[in-house]
């Protein structure tokens, strides 16, 4: 799989702030960004695990920790079948 790598400028006041390093904060950023592509619909549940760094399963179980409800888009599409 090939990868871009983007580069975010963080200050070190934030990372000291919220007591982590660059590294887990990244991979945090990651997690996020991808949970909030999919509530917007952008990203199937796939491809946002994709982003960030784990597997489907994985990523739909960590959808309760923001408050996502992880088949949302499934949910959807079933309500838009049935009108």
């Excluded at 702030?17 to 887990?24: S, V």
């Excluded at 619909?41 to 784990?54: N, Q, T, V, Y």
């Excluded at 990523?59 to 309500?79: C, I, K």
């Amino acid at each position: 799989m090939m990868t871009q790598q983007i580069v975010i400028n963080v200050p070190e006041s934030v990372l000291q702030a919220e007591n982590t390093d660059a590294d887990a904060f990244a991979c945090e950023l990651c997690l996020l960004a991808a949970v909030k592509l999919y509530e917007l619909g952008r990203f199937s549940s796939s491809r946002a695990a994709e982003l960030a760094g784990m597997s489907r399963v994985e990523f739909l179980m960590n959808l309760g920790r923001y408050q996502v409800f992880p088949l949302e888009a499934e949910l959807q599409d079933l309500e838009s079948e049935r009108a």
